[in-house]
């Protein structure tokens, strides 16, 4: 029997975690960064707080409609808003090229349950507190039991290259997958999954910023797109929902 929402993420939460040297030590590592960078905090634009807000209502109408049509969503319980997911219409084929230079396609990434995040290694805290959050919520899920892949779109093309992202997602996590291409590759995997971004259209040197939603998706294998996580949501929230999403899918 299917336990309720409580019941299902309850359980999670109070599961088992076995941690180990190597996550402590990724643990370590990134509580040295936070405390490094404290107090450089770079201010979201009025533009990307607005964006933010039409592409969360856009990915919430999409996931809604696709479970009034099926009657059912198999992941009710794993939900903590009205917000739901499952729609093919987020997400969807792409071809870029990731960290070691070949071209892949979302069959070859998205081999296990994922967390996809749209950011760029030029910024100078956002995506990096966004991913290490990330990072560390797949420690968690994998003292749970669960192994999860956390994965970098890019939508800086220009400055980062494969071996720009190589350096930089190994920092974050060993098994984080970084990914970019030309400019039309990256516009459109941005549109699949319904998310913003904006090159400055003429940089005056190579340090600008690039404005850009902060959502992080969860993407189950021959699934697809199942919810997507707030820059509130913090690495304990992401991981229980995101076991009960494996759990949901195994049923």
Known sequence: MRRSAGGRLGHL????RIPTPEIDSRRRMR?????SNRGNEMPISTRTYAAAAVSAVAIGLVAIYAVTE??????????ESRISGGAAAIGGSFTLTDEDGRSVTERDVLTKPSLVYFGYTFCPDICPADTGRNA????VLEEMGYEVTPV??????KRDTPEVLKEWTDYIHPRMI????TEEQIDAVAKSYRTYF???DSPGDDYYLVDHMTQTYLMLPEIGFADFFSRDDTPEDIASRTACFIEAARE
């Not at 970098?152 to 093309?157: G, N």
């Open 13 to 16: 939460r109070s599961c088992c």
């Open 31 to 35: 509580d040295q960064w936070r405390r």
């Open 70 to 79: 099926n009657g059912t969503d198999r992941f009710a319980d794993c939900r």
């Open 136 to 139: 560390e919520a797949v420690d």
């Open 152 to 157: 970098l779109i890019s939508v800086d093309p």
């Open 178 to 181: 970084g990914l970019t291409g």
């Open 198 to 200: 904006k090159v400055p």
